[in-house]
């Protein structure tokens, strides 16, 4: 069973969309080839549930960019290459000869391209296959992971075929003459259509995990040990939201012990970039990608359910505390089907008055943390619900994000402590920006005057 | 002064709204004619600030809306004569008596589609000037005062000499191609600017004609503007236009209580409320008329709604922040010394209690001290509201109430005098039930493992 996580959670998590400014599959999209960006997308979608399968895809990602060999092609030479073998041809060798023939001869006479195409096509793919042979040289199957072991040893099988190995060497295919592009035309395309259409699926595949390989190396990534479900727990180093350059690193380590995370924090101090750093690690993780963090280890969970943004739908009628009464009915029903899940809620209730959220905030956070099969993670403004809780249970873990006052100005760490802040520095921000100085000195227009 | 407000306003109160959904505007485009339309959004664009040119127009469209006239002309007249004024190439000028046997003879065989818009243009133009005529006549001097200096300028160039062949004209059938030649010259050419003005000036007619029907319809009030030195507005009955079975409410701002504090339950209908007194406020400013059973206002300067002030939390600005920059925004015009319009729905609710609590105290004791300006303030923290009722003596306290009917809260949508403790939070969580769903469920694990 794939891994959930819904529209919502993927927006909150800002996870996929090509063309979304800094989503998170364009971090990883850097991919050479089309077949490559097809199984990224396909990763992307569906995340892993199975520890072991996890654990191979990383070792892969691991190994490759230990080796870090680089992908010998370009876009544009594999995407040539890529069309003229998918074009496919029917027939025998007698009628490609006659075909090639045919078009020689209207090259001669009419100028025509059709046989220039087919030999620059065939010379690249020459060129093409040698290169492969020097890329998939360097690798050991043997000593490999398993998973890309095996795809070494086809690629290695098909091209010690004994109608590869006596192709024409590179520099030699300048003057072939047409009789020899035919019959190499008729090779790639037709006899060995099969062979070179896996070839080309498993260098797809090595360009796609060297390609997230690289991101990892580049920014300093590291891959997540998973662990079976009902181990039920989660440890990260120095985990970070994978977007921003000049992020600040936490640790973390949630069990069934302490499966609910209760985070505070003043305004802009971070409580949301974190959870969303959370969120974005155990979905990576689950694809057995790189994630922002070090050390990290988790047992696998069933999907993950965000409540970040969740948008106010007034023209249906719908006020911001119904929808989000909604949105924690929808993760209720999930959780109470005995689901292994990864919960955030960011500020809960932040839509009606204090007493509300207040009852709100404890009954809802109580009837969760009965759940220790899932891990919550919530932030709210209402500290007192973090003291009434901390006396009836005893698996919350209490954190915060705390503000330093340098004289006037607050300076956030975005470094996680124990236990529950106060911090609140609501006025002192309104008191900077000078709002109240500029309604009561006014600087009025020529025409205006004050009214006594 | 011009009338000033923003995008975040012009959103918050659905005014154009997003391509191809309801909104304001499409409510009241209603017009026979494209230039009618065109005419309503430069009205929609620009909302006057003078009281006396939004009572003449608001005067004018009362008149029609009372007499129930209807749009004299047929809208493919004006797409025709649109089509062919539209083209104003001396080459393509018909000259009489310069039909040639050739030409005869296609237009036998086959209809010239030149010569097809132009006959239809003239034609049309003419059906259009007779029928102004007319029309004219039929307006009551005495009734309708506003319109008075329109009708005038209407008879002065009806009266233009050269337009007297065209409105004496009485062809019937088909048009020879002499006339339609002598006329294209006419009209297309040589007293072009005339015609022009005469489009427009019907254009203007349409608008006023389909705005009334539409106020008739749907029992639209006038609002009479008073010189923005008197700082009172009175609504009576106001409601939002595009809520089905809207409840009406009354209210009163005068220097003596500029400042409205408003509170309500969830869902009791604060932003539905404070959206209506936006949009009646903002259609009078432009002399439409409004929903509500009777309005007079102070033009303001501007108006400044928050409502649907969107948490850029992407951009790491967080909600509370960019309702700071919002207000800090809106101070500063009031710096000024303009005179506004304000409407806040929920405060600060992007932080915690006390935070929102001391803010909303703060802005709201400064906001008031501004008698020249109207404020309308929403929010959940009641404990605000008693401390300003000691401070300022000019807020006027109201809510919206909850009446429960066993354990559903039911609506009543009407205003009342006083601040209101009504919540109903916990109340909607157990109508979802919520917590019945969490505690039905079994965990995989309940037990803490023995280590």
């Not at chain 1, 047409?178 to 395309?189: D, N």
């Not at chain 1, 380590?253 to 995370?261: K, P």
């Not at chain 1, 008055?353 to 969760?368: C, I």
């Amino acid at each position: 069973m794939s891994f959930i996580a819904d529209r919502q959670s993927i927006d909150d998590l800002n996870l996929l969309g090509k063309y979304r400014a800094g989503s998170i599959y364009g971090l990883f999209n850097k991919v050479q080839t089309r077949g490559g960006e097809k199984l990224l997308d396909e990763m992307f979608r569906e995340p892993l549930t199975d520890p072991s399968a996890i654990n191979q895809r990383s070792g892969v990602f691991l190994y490759l960019q230990d080796k870090d060999y680089g992908f010998p092609f370009s876009r544009e030479q594999f995407g040539v290459v890529e069309d003229y073998l998918g074009a496919g041809s029917a027939g025998n060798i007698l009628t490609t000869m006659a075909g090639v023939f045919r078009r020689r001869l209207m090259e001669g006479l009419v100028k025509d391209e059709a046989y220039g195409h087919i030999r620059e096509a065939v010379r690249t793919t020459v060129s093409f296959i040698q290169t492969c042979r020097n890329f998939i040289g360097r690798f050991d199957e043997q000593e490999a992971p398993e998973l890309l072991g095996d795809k070494i040893r086809t690629v290695k099988e098909i091209l010690d075929d004994k109608r590869l190995t006596g192709l024409p060497r590179e520099e030699e295919t300048g003057d072939l003459s047409w009789q020899k592009v035919a019959v190499l035309h008729h090779l790639f395309v037709h006899v060995l259509e099969l062979e070179m259409g896996r070839l080309c699926e498993i260098l797809c595949y090595l360009d796609c995990c060297i390609a997230v390989s690289k991101v990892a190396a580049d920014r300093g990534f590291s891959y997540a040990h998973a662990l079976p479900e009902d181990e039920y727990m989660f440890h990260a180093a120095d985990l970070r939201h994978p977007g921003l350059d000049k992020a600040v690193g936490n640790t973390i380590s949630l069990d069934q012990d302490r499966n609910v995370l209760f985070l505070t924090g003043a305004n802009m101090a971070g409580k949301s970039t974190f959870m969303k750093s959370f969120g974005i690690a155990l979905y990576l993780a689950h694809m057995g990608f790189p994630v922002a963090a070090r050390d990290m280890v988790f047992s696998v969970k069933e999907g993950l359910y965000s409540s970040i943004n969740v948008p106010d739908n007034l023209s249906m009628g719908y006020s911001h505390f119904y929808a989000e009464v909604q949105r924690v009915k929808t993760i209720a029903e999930e959780v109470a089907r005995s689901r292994s899940l990864l919960v955030i809620f960011d500020e809960l209730f932040k839509g009606t008055n204090v007493k509300d959220a207040y009852d709100a905030t404890l009954a809802v956070t109580a009837a969760f943390a009965r759940y220790r099969n899932c891990t919550f993670i919530i932030s709210t403004h209402i500290i007192e619900v973090g003291e009434t809780l901390r006396e009836e249970h005893d698996n919350l873990q209490f954190s915060y994000l705390p503000t330093v006052m340098e004289g006037a100005v607050p300076r956030y760490t975005y470094v996680l402590r124990d236990g529950i802040t106060s911090d609140r520095h609501g006025m002192m921000i309104i008191e900077q920006e000078g709002i109240l100085e500029i309604i009561t000195t006014p600087q009025l227009l020529p025409d205006r005057a004050l009214q006594p | 002064m011009r009338f000033t407000t923003d995008q975040q306003t012009l959103e918050d109160l659905n005014i154009f709204g997003k391509h191809g959904v309801e909104s304001i505007y499409t409510l009241f485009n209603r017009t026979y004619t494209r230039g009618g339309a065109a005419i309503l959004e430069e009205w929609f664009r620009y909302p006057l600030s003078d009281e006396k040119i939004i009572n003449r127009r608001s005067q004018t469209i009362q008149y029609f809306t009372d007499a129930g006239t209807a749009f004299p002309f047929k809208t493919e007249w004006f797409d025709q004569a649109e089509q062919y004024l539209s083209n104003h190439d001396e080459r393509t000028k018909l000259v009489a008596g310069d039909q040639t046997l050739r030409d005869k003879m296609t237009s036998l065989v086959a209809e010239d589609s030149d010569y097809k818009t132009i006959y239809k243009g003239v034609t049309s133009l003419i059906e259009i000037l007779q029928c102004m005529r007319q029309f004219i006549g039929t307006i009551d001097d005495h009734a309708a005062d506003g319109y008075r200096a329109e009708k005038e300028e209407f008879r002065v160039l009806l009266a233009e000499t050269a337009l007297q062949p065209l409105l004496e004209e009485t062809q019937k059938g088909k048009w020879p191609y002499g006339k339609i030649a002598g006329y294209d010259a006419l009209l297309r050419f040589r007293h072009r600017d005339i015609i022009r003005k005469l489009l427009q000036r019907i254009y203007q007619l349409d608008l006023y004609i389909s705005v009334a029907r539409l106020a008739r319809e749907r029992g639209f009030a006038f609002a009479e503007a008073l010189p923005g030195d008197r700082h009172v507005v009175r609504l009576s009955g106001v409601y939002h236009p595009q809520v089905r079975q809207a409840v009406p409410n009354t209210l009163e701002i005068n220097p003596g209580s500029n400042f409205i504090f408003l509170t309500g339950a969830n869902m009791a209908g604060k932003s539905t409320f404070m959206k209506s007194l936006g949009i009646a406020l903002f259609l009078a400013h432009m002399g439409l008329p409004v929903p509500a059973s009777a309005m007079v206002f102070s033009v303001r300067d501007g108006i400044y709604t928050t409502i649907n002030l969107p948490d850029d939390l992407g951009m790491g600005a967080s909600h509370f922040y960019a309702e700071v920059l919002r207000v800090k925004k809106i101070a500063r015009e009031l710096s000024l010394g303009k005179h506004l319009f304000v409407i806040f729905d929920e405060l600060f609710r992007g932080t915690n209690v006390k935070d929102a609590y001391e803010a909303t105290v703060a802005l709201s004791a400064a906001f008031a001290e501004r008698r020249d300006s109207m404020f309308v303030i929403s929010t959940h923290i009641i404990e605000a509201g008693e401390v300003l009722r000691e401070r300022c003596e000019n807020i006027n306290f109201v809510y919206l109430p909850t009446r429960m009917q066993g354990t559903k809260p039911v609506y009543t949508y009407t205003l009342e005098e006083g601040i209101t403790e009504d919540r109903h939070g916990m109340v909607i969580i157990n109508n979802e039930g919520i917590l019945e769903i969490l505690q039905q469920g079994s965990p995989k694990i309940t037990k803490t493992r023995k280590v």
